[in-house]
């Protein structure tokens, strides 16, 4: 969900050879740290937002920094953006509000984490522990 390659000022483009030998596979998403230049050495596309269904609800992915739950330009059942750094799983109304954290810059002092799609949304630690987990 963005910010792929920089932390700070310098890119780490070794993360672009890794992410390169899955770009078939990759739905890359635009966020606030990712330079043009970043876009130029994927072989994949990144895109500024995604809508996607998936078990017949429609997600709407994207950064955060564009986008927010309050602005989306269409009706979606699940909102997921990374811009915060901090997971999230929260119901709010009829739309659910989804962020994985980060596994390389975590905020607010919480660990490092990552999300799960399938039939349950699942966010986890980097030592594998269930964070937090809703179904579909």
């Known amino acids: 969900l963005g910010d792929m390659y920089k932390r700070g000022f310098s890119s780490n483009y070794h993360v672009a050879d890794i992410?390169?030998?899955?770009?078939?596979?990759?739905?890359?998403?635009r966020g606030n740290c990712d330079?043009?230049?970043?876009?130029?050495v994927s072989n994949f596309d990144?895109?500024?937002?995604?809508?996607?269904?998936?078990?017949?609800?429609?997600f709407f992915f994207t950064h955060g920094h564009l986008y927010n739950?309050?602005?989306?330009?269409?009706?979606v059942d699940y909102y997921v953006q990374g811009h915060t750094h901090v997971s999230l799983i929260k119901k709010v109304s009829d739309m659910t509000l989804l962020n994985p954290g980060s596994i390389s810059y975590p905020r607010d002092g919480r660990k490092p984490t990552y999300m799960i799609i399938d039939d349950y949304i699942s966010i986890f630690d980097c030592d594998h522990f269930l964070v937090d987990k809703i179904k579909i």
């Open 35 to 40: 330079s043009d230049n970043d876009i130029r």
């Open 69 to 75: 739950y309050n602005t989306l330009p269409i009706d």
């Open 19 to 29: 992410l390169n030998e899955f770009a078939g596979k990759i739905i890359g998403i």
């Open 46 to 58: 990144i895109s500024d937002k995604v809508v996607i269904k998936i078990k017949d609800k429609l």
